[in-house]
């Protein structure tokens, strides 16, 4: 995927983080409360982009 220059793309960056933070949070067994953190990263990530 080729990304465009400037604070474009540093936004699709991040918010590829956050989506990935997202799905990696929701994936761990112990943490608590990991649904709702799902849901708030998603959001935000949703936002950044």
């Known amino acids: 995927m080729k990304l465009r220059k400037g604070k474009t793309k ?3 960056e991040k918010s ?3 989506a990935l933070l ?3 949070t929701y994936n ?3 943490k ?3 649904f709702e953190t799902y849901i708030v990263l ?3 990530q949703s936002t950044k982009a």
Do not use: D, K
């Open 10 to 12: 540093y936004l699709v």
């Open 16 to 18: 590829i983080e956050s």
């Open 22 to 24: 997202a799905v990696e």
């Open 28 to 30: 761990s067994p112990r």
């Open 32 to 34: 608590e409360y990991r």
């Open 42 to 44: 998603m959001i935000i």
